[in-house]
Each structure stands twice: as C-alpha cells, then as structure tokens.
C-alpha cells in the first residue's frame, strides 16, 4: 500500500522565519506534487517535480525531491501571512492517475 | 481561469434525497476523472476513477451503488450520492489530467473547485 506522509501535520511560525516541510512516500515515484488549499476552496498547484534531484522555486516556496530517498521538502523562507493555508503534498497511485495525498500541513503565519 | 469547472460548490439536502455533481474539462478531453472526498481537517481521498465510456472503477469501502458515477462523454463526468445520510456531509472534488497535446501542462491533475455537500 502507498504511503504518503507529512510532517509536521501542524506548524505556527512568525512571520520572517524559514521553516521546512517534509514528505516521505513508500514506493518507488518519479513524480511529486505539491498542492496548497485555502479553507474552504479546492487545491491549487504549487509546483511538480518530475525527476530525482528536481528543485523549484515560486516566491518563497521552494520544493525538491531525492526519488533514491523517497523524499520531498517544500521550504518556506522569510515567511509571511499569506502564506497560512495547508499543504499537500501528492503522489501518483499505483493504479493509474489518481493521487494519494498525505495528511496535509496546516501552516498559520503569525505576526 | 478554470480548467476543471464542478457544480454546484454548495448544497444542503434533507437525508434520504438524492445529490448530483457535475465535473466538466472546459478545454481538454479527459478520458478520466477523478472523484475525491474530503472531510473536515483531512486529506483528500480517491473515491473512484470516471472511466469515458465504461464502468468507474471504485476505491475499497467506496459503495458503488451509493456513489453513482457516469462519465458519458469526454468532458462531462457526474457524480449522484443517492439516498444521502448526514454521514455523507464532506467536501467532494473531482479533478481531470490533461492528457498529452492538448495544450495544457502534462502532468498536471486540474482540481474543480469543490463541492461542499450538507446533509440535513
């Protein structure tokens, strides 16, 4: 069974501060995908990663994958409120398409 | 603007009733969709896969006779929660990958906007 996992699960920071989110996934996966949701909406796209050692970068988001230690990191740096919301981060299924999420990250920025 | 258009993005319906979703590609052709159920402060999980043409293909646990799905052309996928109970009230979103020459960003699964589903 694939598994998704995120950590932390919660996380308050000031505003300013770098802070790191971590996603480990069970199986082999080529491709990693970083999503953000906002309360109450659907998922916007952050960034996919399609290759070992993949690294990208929006604004104060920065994402990256090492496929050999099944691993993703999202870094936040200097961060501000806006940035509050949850992230997920996604693999692709073992039966076709259709992503398996982890638990989400809910981030909440404070001044 | 959206690629993935679901409707509608709210409704509140007495047990026992019935419910559908509508999940439309504006712009590509999706062979497959995807629906997906989100309860409060979790993560979302597949449902079941709208196959274009053929039956959905369901997760475990996922009741098929509950959740009806019907994926009769190659932008319209539904979903029907039939005979709703209270226990059904979750955040359903569907999504659609477009598929290569389309123009569109391969690789990239398009979420509709959610529908937030209230049973009395």
């Known amino acids: 069974e694939l598994k998704v996992e995120q950590n932390p699960l919660f996380l308050s920071m000031q505003e300013g501060k770098n802070y790191t989110i971590y996603c480990n996934y069970s199986?082999?996966?080529?491709?990693l995908y970083w999503y953000r949701q906002d309360p109450g909406k659907s998922l916007e796209s952050l960034f996919v990663?399609?290759?070992?050692?993949a690294v990208k970068q929006e604004g104060r988001l920065m994402a990256s994958l090492d496929t050999k230690a099944r691993l993703s990191t999202l870094h936040i740096t200097a961060a501000v409120h806006d940035l509050s919301a949850t992230y997920f981060c996604?693999?692709?299924?073992?039966?076709?398409?259709?992503?398996?999420f982890g638990k989400g990250t809910s981030l909440l920025v404070t001044p | 603007g959206a690629v993935v258009s679901q409707h509608p993005s709210w409704v509140i319906c007495k047990s026992g009733t019935s419910v559908k979703i509508e999940c439309r590609s504006l712009?590509?052709?999706?062979?497959?969709m995807f629906w997906y159920r989100q309860f409060p402060k979790q993560s979302l999980m597949l449902m079941a896969t709208?196959?274009?043409?053929?039956?959905?293909?369901?997760e475990q646990g996922v009741e098929k006779d509950k959740f009806l799905i019907n994926h009769a052309s190659l932008t319209l996928s539904t979903l029907t929660v039939t005979s709703a109970h209270p226990e059904d009230s979750s955040f359903y979103i569907c999504s659609a990958r477009a598929p290569l020459g389309t123009g569109r960003a391969k690789n990239i699964q398009y979420f509709g906007a959610g529908t937030r589903l209230s049973v009395l």
């Open positions: 712009d590509f052709q999706a062979t497959t």
């Open positions: 199986t082999t996966s080529d491709r």
């Open positions: 990663l399609l290759s070992n050692g």
């Open positions: 709208s196959n274009e043409g053929s039956k959905a293909t369901y």
């Open positions: 996604a693999v692709d299924s073992n039966s076709g398409y259709a992503l398996n």
